[in-house]
């Protein structure tokens, strides 16, 4: 009967945090999640039963008995990181905010133990307060990690994961150094146990305090690219006043000459000088003003957007095709469809440039319906498509350091008109479906480009 409470009290140490530790890392894993969580309850399940192998072996002293059970907290640890393909940096955080309440719990429990069964209380009795402080505080912990897993998966740039686990790590670390070998057979002090949960409250409250920062780095980082995306808007709009100022003041003075053109011609023409007027006509038709804008759809804010890209494209011979049709009132913002047709054909031109100028191309559509709109953006790219975060990808112009802000905007206004976007990327064809439900143009104006936080 002992060798079930031995087993009891190692099993304890881990199994309980095994769903805490991977529902942060669910867009991250190898496998899927139920498929995780069975491996490590299994490996879980017959490190304990060695423990109890251990308890009755020569070997065992209070040294080993520790040893052994923080080596299992270790191994859940590795097959963590082994068993996680992306964001090995959040894996540290979340084991790191997980230890303290692991550690807490086992001391919590020794120091209960040892007020109901004196100074030396056996297994059993630890083992039962254990599982019964661990089935009054799941509850809470359950609430309090899906917390943090929400939090966790809105945090997509990968340079803060990479700095963010050390905090956590610390107070972990800190947390094992503290836990004396003897204490499950010794006892407990007031003042260990206080210190314990000081370092498990420091933990959460460190936990929330980066939540709120990086938070507040994300969206600066959305409001910053929202803020490109409209100073873009306007100098495109600059860009067509002034052709549209250069086109009048051309057409103001082709119809000051108009007289003097009118005058000549009918001079040739009462002199019989009819080959000279043809010639004449000629020259004057080569030299009258042109429309320097390029019309592609009704929509305004988009016929400038996609009149910008086509002199761009012109710079990096990259063939365009574009078939857009958006009136002039679409039910959705000029700022939103400046965001979504902006960053599309940004990642679309910086993608297609990086070919051979023979493979290049992008082709745009839009289709607009009674309560709906369609857009698809299509484009070939070198296939160096790499993950970054729950939201988007890591940014070929940032060396892939770092997750670009196009497609997280794009997703934030399909999400804010309550419609579906798809990414296919393969065969060196990047396809970017978007399907957007229209809103009154007030409604669209008064909702928020970006919101990170929920």
């Not at 051309?250 to 005058?263: G, I, V």
């Not at 399907?435 to 669209?444: C, I, P, Q, R, W």
Request: overall charge negative; aromatic content about 12%; proline content about 4%.
């Amino acid at each position: 009967m002992h060798e079930f409470w031995y087993f009891l009290t190692c099993l304890l140490d881990t199994v309980p945090f095994l769903y805490f530790l991977y529902q942060p890392l669910k867009g991250h894993l190898r496998l899927p999640f139920p498929a995780t969580l069975i491996i490590n309850y299994a490996v879980m399940l017959v490190g304990s039963l060695g423990f109890v192998a251990l308890h009755a072996s020569p070997y065992y002293t209070a040294n080993t008995m520790l040893s052994y059970r923080l080596s299992l907290v270790v191994l859940m640890l590795v097959l963590a990181i082994l068993l996680t393909k992306t964001h090995r940096a959040k894996t540290l955080f979340v084991f790191s905010l997980i230890f303290p309440f692991i550690a807490g719990l086992m001391i919590l429990s020794a120091y209960i133990a040892q007020f109901i069964k004196g100074d030396s209380p056996t297994y059993m009795v630890s083992s039962l307060i254990r599982a019964a402080l661990t089935a009054v505080m799941y509850p809470l912990f359950l609430w309090l990690w899906k917390e943090i897993g929400r939090r966790a998966g809105k945090i997509t740039e990968p340079t803060l994961w990479r700095y963010m686990w050390v905090i956590p790590s610390s107070v972990a670390l800190s947390e094992a150094l503290l836990i004396d070998n003897t204490y499950e057979l010794d006892g407990v002090t007031l003042d260990e146990l206080l210190a314990r949960i000081a370092l498990w409250i420091g933990s959460v409250a460190t936990c929330w305090l980066i939540f709120y920062l990086a938070d507040k780095f994300e969206q600066r980082i959305h409001l910053q690219d929202a803020k490109e995306r409209n100073d873009l808007l306007l100098s495109l709009q600059a860009e067509q006043y002034q052709k549209l100022a250069d086109s009048i003041e051309e057409t103001r003075a082709a119809r000051h000459d108009l007289r003097h053109h009118l005058n000549a011609m009918k001079a040739m023409s009462n002199g019989g000088e009819y080959a000279r007027l043809d010639k004449y006509l000629n020259d004057l038709i080569d030299h009258l003003p042109r429309n320097r804008q390029i019309t592609v759809c009704e929509n305004y804010t988009a016929n400038i957007i996609l009149d910008h890209f086509i002199n761009r494209a012109k710079d990096f011979e990259v063939p365009l095709r574009f078939n857009f049709h958006l009136s002039h009132e679409p039910g959705i913002s000029d700022a939103d469809l400046c965001v979504l047709i902006g960053n599309a054909l940004e990642n679309a031109m910086e993608a297609t440039v990086q070919l051979p100028a023979e493979q290049r191309f992008i082709s745009a559509r839009a289709l607009e319906e009674e309560d709906r709109i369609y857009m698809t953006f299509d484009n070939s790219f070198g296939g160096a498509l790499k993950a970054g975060g729950d939201n988007g990808y890591l940014s070929h112009k940032r060396r892939f350091a770092t997750a670009g802000v196009g497609i997280p905007s794009i997703r934030a206004i399909v999400k804010k008109y309550d419609g579906d976007m798809r990414i296919d990327a393969e065969d060196g064809m990047f396809k970017l479906s978007i399907l957007l439900m229209k809103k009154s143009v007030e409604n669209a104006t008064q909702d928020p480009i970006v919101s990170t936080a929920e």
